[in-house]
């Protein structure tokens, strides 16, 4: 690995609030969007002349839309409850990555052209023009954050800084400021049908290699099907699944499960990726199509059940939006969304998270595990951010952070939480979510995965902790580029599934 340029933040027991260090970020600065990607999306590729009247007016128009968006610009009042609980600011020092003072990089523009006292007397309530400067801080600082919503939690009003950065990045796009790495996946993922680029036969290909790996591995048949019409199960899963380490083991565990349980399920190739960037551009609109693939793919091979693999903002953005974006689950009165309701299986929950549909066989009896396979691992668990504050799992609130637990304990023996007030709930991102995925911000996520760093660091040296365990695509690909900064081997990180592929037994 290359020497990093920048100073890798020390790990330390506790996570200490850092003195602040004015500016310390505002060198890093995330690639800019190129013409072809952003002409596809619909926007601007370079500032437009009239950019100050466009982004105002895209402001306006987003005010307009999402009340919660003017809520959040109204109340909050400065308490400084949230200062401390981005680990944004407590890997880097920037103050401006304090929640507060990242919504008041927008704040302070609504107040000056959306309130009456902003516009008679700007200098008494903080109100600020729409500058090149505050444009550019917008840029640099609303992609240094990971809209993990840890912020809110700590809110006394419940003011989700996640929200507004999304606002930020749809008004940058609209003048011509969009960011590569969004832009560049929003763009594969409706060209070709999944974030990476993976055409079809690839797809097929790759699929048809790991069940010959799976056979020579086990002397087992396990199936990937394809395209499959009539099957009962359609499977989105991230598509990191299908080659990248660790995600791979994963899709395997899955595979296995599906085997194991005798489930009739497919693949689909059309929609051959769960993730939604459209959650991180902040655009609706765009969410809304990339989610549809899933529903027309549901509805062409007229599935009966559609279960979501391990990814975090996939899982969020299917429990929390797709009912209204496209009809699956309830919601949606289009003739589309009524043939699926019709279709969809009423018994089981639309859509369903990986974890729920093992975990639930696990409860029947229907799989079977020599928890002993997994003995050289001492096991611990990473809450993913938009599966733990943006989302729920099964029927009983907690459950996106109990059943990813058990089933990790009915299928190994040594497990140790991190400390209490960095998961669940409360825990702390990964550094890489929300469009921050990317190598030009590299130092925005070293340093951003400092507390959860420090977390895991606890629980290696206090219990002897050696494998960490989580249900996010994003949080393998962060951890595997960030744990050698931090002295940790990368193989540490893998999927839930992969554990319960070490673990289960085939006939
Ligand atoms: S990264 Fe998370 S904690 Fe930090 S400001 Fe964004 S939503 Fe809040
Ligand atoms: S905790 Fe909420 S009200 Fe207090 S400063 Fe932060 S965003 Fe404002």
Known sequence: MAGPEFEVPKLTEYTDVPK????????VKSFPAAEVTQKFLGYPWTLTDDWQERAIGRMGELLGKYRSLRVFMDICVHCGACTDKCHYFLGTADPKNM??????????????????PGKIAPWLVGAKDLSKEVLDDWYNYYHQCSECRRCSVYCPYGIDTAEVTMAGREI??????????CSEILTKVQKIGNNLGLPGPALEDTLSGLEEDIEAET???????LDVKGAEILFVTPSADFFSEPHVESLIGY??????????WTLSTSASEAGNFGLFNGSYETMQKIAMRIRDAALELGVKRIIVGECGHAWRVAYSFWNTLTGIGYGGNDPFSIELQKQLDPRFDQPMHICEYTWDLIQKGQLKFDKSLNDHRVITFHDSCNVARGSRMGDVPGGQFTIPRNVIMAVANNFHDMAAETIGEGTFCCGGGGGVLTDDLIEVRVKGALPRMNAFNNVVQNNGVNFLSLICA???AQFTKVLPYYGFDRSMVGGVHQLVSTAILLD
């Open 20 to 27: 602040i260090k004015v500016g310390a970020m505002a060198h």
């Open 99 to 116: 929640p507060v003072a990242r919504q008041d990089l927008m704040r302070q523009v609504y107040r000056r052209y959306f309130t009456l």
């Open 172 to 181: 940058l796009n609209t003048v011509g400021m969009g960011q590569k790495y």
């Open 219 to 225: 002397g087992v048949a396990v199936k990937m099907p």
């Open 255 to 264: 595979a296995k499960v599906f085997h194991a349980a005798g489930a009739s």
């Open 474 to 476: 994003i949080c393998k």
